[in-house]
């Protein structure tokens, strides 16, 4: 009886007349080509491993960033970030300086780029003609190609005697009388290194806002241009309104960039020890100074504590920019 | 006294502002839409010129430096005229070539595993918020780490510490393009590939990749562009070289070191030659880029029709 209902054509497909036939021409080039099963797992194994290996990357890094700062954490303790000496030769060292270096600069520099990137933003999405969209958001994105040693010549040869001739009387002048600006001006320090910095975070800034912008569904605007709003008021309770909070990430991201950045705030802001210094300004130092342990801990600790900063910093701002642009396509860079 | 009626009683009431003379209202509503457009129309303005300024300096600065000993010579000492970057072009390219060895194919892979197997999974979205948390380390802070890791192990400053610091930099953005672009592979494509019984391995290969590959090729560059002019991680870690080296185990020079070290020199020689030098990286980094994608448009790279 179980013959028969094999043989039924009716209960399955006809398996019998098929099991004769060859394989077909793809068929017989795969069974040739295929590896098979061990390739596959191999395959995925590898990518697997690939993906850990980031892991592993950042683990090695915070290891060896707090391996190496060991002998300062023990030497200094907390006192280490609020104390200001820096003095290799007798082994006493405080990062106040850095960090207050760092802070000023970056927060000015935010104060500087954050109107200046939203205006852009807003003229690119919501003002722009078709035309001139592309070229002006192309030239923005170019200042983001640019290296930071570039930025730094250009500033160091440029930006420093606008700044000691022209820009730096003017303020002295205007604004003197709040004192910001008293004492010698030599065209280099913070302020100097804050434009600089405005201008390197200014296309994060704005290209993320651009995104967050986009991302408002174009009812609102059509809603609130029925109702005779003028466009600025369309822009600010359609648009910017809804998307403040994905604005305020992107604003943080920008600071996170701005706390890492190197090379052109060295360059620009007068690694002189009386003045308020970079967090970086002992980098350049460590190739000239005979490299003592604790000396090398010491710069190595102040490594390991931006490094905290800036993984926070972004953390909080990939979450609120995430929080904006969920469910709308993402764009490469 | 009058008893107060229900009319007065109502006037009592805190009554809504008065609204404003309709005219003057619009006008002042004109008013602020044309001074916001205005504004937004200058910070765009005050935005480009930097980079125009930037680049019209190079051109004008760096132009009117080069010439052939620039490509030819190494450093001169302190005092005699001429020399060139020769060794710091040639350094730059053995450590550019080794960070892409190194972070390109791991960036790649692990963009892989992102779109192709861990997507939705927790073990992905702990790879890519990883990735996420790589990309914002800052420069200097890599360049520390690589330091404390290989420079201090080894006892000297090497080629191969500054082409790692460099290929760790390139990981994170390589993974995020390859996962995005992999994303926008539709799936009736690999479902097409896998019915006719084509390995997964094979239909990742000569499928997915294959048809994101300007897209990833794309992003490859864009991590390369990134890091060839990153000076900081290799303050610690190639250290820089004033002669002609190609030896891995031996500090090297590069372009963005030497242009640092010129910049901030005394000497109004060698500012003219760290302007050469900051336009001829410009113009590597764009001649780079430009060249694979015109490969990447014909050639046997090419993804899709």
């Given at each position: 009886m179980p013959q028969l209902v094999v043989n039924d054509p009716g209960l399955s497909a006809d398996p019998g007349p098929l099991q004769e036939q060859p394989d077909s021409a793809v068929r017989q080039y795969l069974k040739k080509r295929s590896p098979g099963k061990f390739a596959d797992g191999a395959f995925g194994v590898t990518m697997l491993l690939s993906a850990c290996s980031i892991f592993l990357i950042v683990a090695l890094i915070v290891f060896t960033l707090a391996h190496g700062s060991k002998l300062s954490i023990h030497a200094f303790g907390w006192k280490f970030f609020v104390t200001s000496a820096w003095d290799p030769v007798n082994g006493d060292f405080g990062a106040l300086t850095f960090i207050f270096g760092t802070l000023a600069t970056s927060l000015l520099a935010l104060c500087i780029s954050v109107p200046l990137a939203i205006g852009v933003a807003v003229f690119i999405t919501e003002m722009c003609p078709a035309r001139l969209r592309t070229p002006i958001s192309f030239l923005t994105e170019l200042l983001a190609a640019i290296p930071s040693v570039v930025y730094g010549l250009w500033a160091l040869f440029i930006l420093v005697p606008v700044m000691r001739d022209q820009l730096g009387p003017a303020l002295a002048k205007l604004f003197g009388w709040t004192g910001l600006f008293s004492g010698d001006n030599f065209g280099l320090g913070i302020l100097t290194a804050s434009i600089i910095l405005a201008i390197m975070i200014l296309p994060v800034i704005s290209s993320i806002t651009r995104d967050v912008m986009r991302a408002v569904p174009v009812n609102q605007r059509e809603g609130m241009l029925a109702l005779g709003a003028t466009r600025w008021e369309m822009i600010r309770t359609g648009v910017l309104r809804n998307a403040r909070i994905g604005i305020v990430g992107a604003v943080i991201l920008g600071l996170g960039r701005a706390l890492g950045e190197t090379m052109a705030v060295t360059m620009v802001i007068?690694?002189?020890?009386d003045i308020a210094k970079s967090?970086?300004?002992p980098g350049y130092t460590l190739a000239s100074v005979v490299a003592d342990d604790l000396y090398v801990s010491a710069l190595i600790e102040i490594g390991l504590a931006l490094f905290l900063v800036t993984i926070v910093v972004n953390a909080i701002a990939r979450l609120l920019v995430w929080a904006v642009t969920r469910g709308t396509p993402s764009r490469v860079a | 006294m009058i008893e107060p009626t229900a009319q007065t009683k109502l006037d009592v009431l805190p009554s809504p502002p008065p609204l404003r003379n309709s005219r003057v209202n619009t006008l002042h509503r004109m008013f602020f839409d044309h001074l916001i457009t205005g504004l937004a129309i200058l910070s765009t303005v005050l935005v480009i010129a930097p980079l125009v300024s930037i680049l019209l300096y190079l051109l004008y600065k760096g132009a009117s430096s080069l010439n052939l000993a620039f490509f030819t010579h190494v450093p001169a000492p302190v005092g005699e005229a001429g020399g060139g970057m020769a060794n710091s072009i040639l350094g730059s390219g053995i450590i550019l070539t080794l960070a892409s060895a190194m972070g390109i194919p791991i960036g790649i892979a692990a963009g892989v595993y992102l779109a192709e197997?861990?997507?939705?999974s927790h073990l992905g979205n702990a790879v890519r918020f990883t990735a996420d948390v790589l990309n914002g380390v800052p420069s200097i802070v890599m360049g520390l780490a690589i330091y404390a890791l290989i420079v201090v192990r080894q006892g000297h400053f090497s080629a191969l510490s500054g082409g790692v610091a460099l290929g760790i930099m390139m990981i994170p953005t390589v993974t995020r393009t390859t996962e995005e672009m992999l994303m926008t592979v539709p799936h009736a494509i690999r479902e097409a590939a896998l019915g006719l019984g084509v390995p997964r391995w094979r239909s990742i290969i000569s499928v997915s990749l294959r048809t994101a590959s300007p897209g990833i090729i794309t992003g490859c560059m864009l991590a390369f562009a990134r890091v060839a002019g990153e000076t900081a991680p290799l303050l610690?870690?190639?250290?820089?070289?004033q002669f002609w080296s190609a030896n891995l185990n031996q500090p090297i020079g590069a372009l963005p070191l030497q242009i640092f070290v010129y910049a901030i020199s005394p000497y109004d020689e060698w500012h003219r030659l760290a302007w050469a030098g900051a336009l001829v990286l410009i113009m590597l980094i764009m001649v780079s880029v430009t060249l694979v994608r015109v490969v990447a448009g014909r050639g046997i790279l090419k993804g899709n029709q």
């Open positions: 007068g690694n002189r020890p967090l970086f300004a | 197997y861990g997507r939705g610690f870690t190639a250290f820089g070289n």
